[in-house]
Each structure stands twice: as C-alpha cells, then as structure tokens.
C-alpha cells in the first residue's frame, strides 16, 4: 500500500510540473494585409524570413543549456519565433493576390505552387508551436530546430521555384 502511495505521489508531482510549465505563447500575429505591389509584398516576405531564420540561429544558440537548468532564453526565442512563423503564410499569398492581375490565365497557377509553400509555412508554424509547449525539455528542441531548419530552407526555394515557374523573373534580391 505504502508503494502505491509513493507512486500516486510521484505521478501527481511529474503531471503537475508538466502541466505547471507556461507556454511560451504570446498573441496570434496579425494577418498582413497585402499591399498591391508585389514587389514590396515580396520585400516584406523576405524581411520576415530574414527574422526567423536569425531566431532559428538564435534558438541554436540558446538551446545548450540542458534540460532543468535556465532555459529562459530558449523560451524568449520561441515566443518571437510564434509572432513571427503565423504571417509567414499571409504574406506568401499577399504575393499571389498582387500578382494576379498582373499574370492573368497563369495566376492559378502560381496560386497552386504557392500554396505548396504555405502547406511548408503550416508545418514551420506547427513546429514553432510544438516549442512553445516544450521549451524546456532540449531533445526536443534539437528536433524542432533540425525541422525548422528543413521546411524553412525548402519553402524558400520553393517559393522563389514557383515565382520563376510562372514568369515573375524580377524580385528584390533575386534579380
């Protein structure tokens, strides 16, 4: 009976930390509205990715502080990180909305490429998420990082793949 207490006591204590452990999720970013010149659209796109990959360094950075020791700057890493992955997908389709008129017959199809890149901008947001629920634990932060790093590398080179695709040979810093 004693042993059943102990381990009552000790299931209670781990389901409470567990649970006691805050998110580190601040309010859902605003949707950008687009602007009506692509180019600038795609200026901002780049501006917010040029962010997030700086906090995927960062969160590298942070994470070598292992588990149970102070881990608050991997929490403040991700918070920024979950304002910033959420715009990610409104601001790939501002582009597709300004350059609609522009492309005509083959707007659908750079709609339907991008949104391939907003389904990779989906899995950014959801591992940014996943972070915000286990940023103390550091395995599983090396995982988010190694996915971060992945999707976020192949939405980027997809994304300008679909631009290309699809006619669009003049954006800033591409060329």
Do not use: C
């Not at 502080?65 to 910033?84: L, N």
């Not at 949104?115 to 996943?130: C, H, K, L, P």
């Amino acid at each position: 009976m004693l042993l059943y207490w102990f381990l009552a006591v000790f299931l209670v204590s781990n389901i409470g930390y567990s649970v006691a452990q805050d998110p580190a999720v601040p309010a859902p970013a605003p949707v950008i509205p687009a602007s009506g010149n692509a180019a600038l659209d795609v200026k901002t796109l780049q501006d917010f990715a040029g962010q997030l990959g700086s906090l995927i360094d960062q969160l590298e950075k942070a994470n070598v502080a292992p588990t149970g020791e102070d881990r608050s700057a991997v929490f403040t890493t991700v918070a920024q990180m979950s304002t910033i992955a959420p715009a990610l997908a409104s601001l790939v389709t501002n582009v597709a909305t300004d350059l609609t008129p522009v492309l005509g017959t083959a707007a659908g199809s750079l709609a339907t490429a991008l949104q391939g890149v907003n389904t990779q901008n989906d899995v950014i947001t959801a591992t940014v998420a996943f972070a915000t629920y286990h940023w103390p634990i550091q395995a599983d932060i090396a995982v988010a990082i190694g996915t971060l790093k992945f999707f976020f590398g192949s939405a980027a080179g997809s994304f300008f793949d679909a631009l290309k695709t699809n006619g669009v040979t003049q954006t800033p810093d591409r060329g």
